[in-house]
């Protein structure tokens, strides 16, 4: 296999998983408009998703959304104003990988806001979700 095969390989996987997120992000799609979609130029790469890869990516974006909001339901519950990263794992658990991913989506989105560094980090409801 060659670097560039290898190349074609990745961006195909890349496009297949954007694919798969649009969709799941978009529920309202007819199946008219994917048979449109076929007959352009990702019309191959559309034609190989099976509809069980489509559940499992909308089970896993639910099951992050549950997560998040155990987070923002943690951070609003302190009986203090902010609270520590220490304080969301005691209360939420899970990996430390996915607490940092969902405490960055809810940066972003403006349900929690985070002040300081490293040992002095501290969490605050945002005012999104209040």
């Known amino acids: 296999m060659t670097h560039s095969t290898a190349f074609e390989g990745v961006l195909t996987l890349a496009v ?4 798969i997120c649009e969709l799941v992000d978009r529920p309202e ?6 048979s449109t ?4 130029d990702l019309g191959e790469i559309i ?3 099976r509809i069980c ?14 997560y998040d909001r155990r ?5 609003q519950a302190a009986a203090t104003l902010s609270v520590s990263p220490a304080y969301i794992r005691e209360r ?6 996915k607490r940092q991913d969902a405490i960055l989506r809810l940066i972003e989105s403006g349900e929690i806001v985070r002040t ?13 979700s209040e």
């Open 16 to 19: 297949r998983s954007a694919i």
């Open 29 to 34: 799609t007819l199946l008219s408009e994917l």
């Open 37 to 40: 979609l076929m007959l352009g």
């Open 47 to 49: 034609g190989e998703i």
């Open 53 to 66: 890869e489509l559940l499992e990516a909308r089970a896993m974006s639910a099951s992050r959304s549950v």
């Open 71 to 75: 987070i923002v339901e943690a951070v």
């Open 92 to 97: 939420v658990g899970g990996p430390r990988w």
């Open 116 to 128: 300081g560094t490293t040992s002095g980090t501290r969490y605050w409801s945002g005012n999104k």
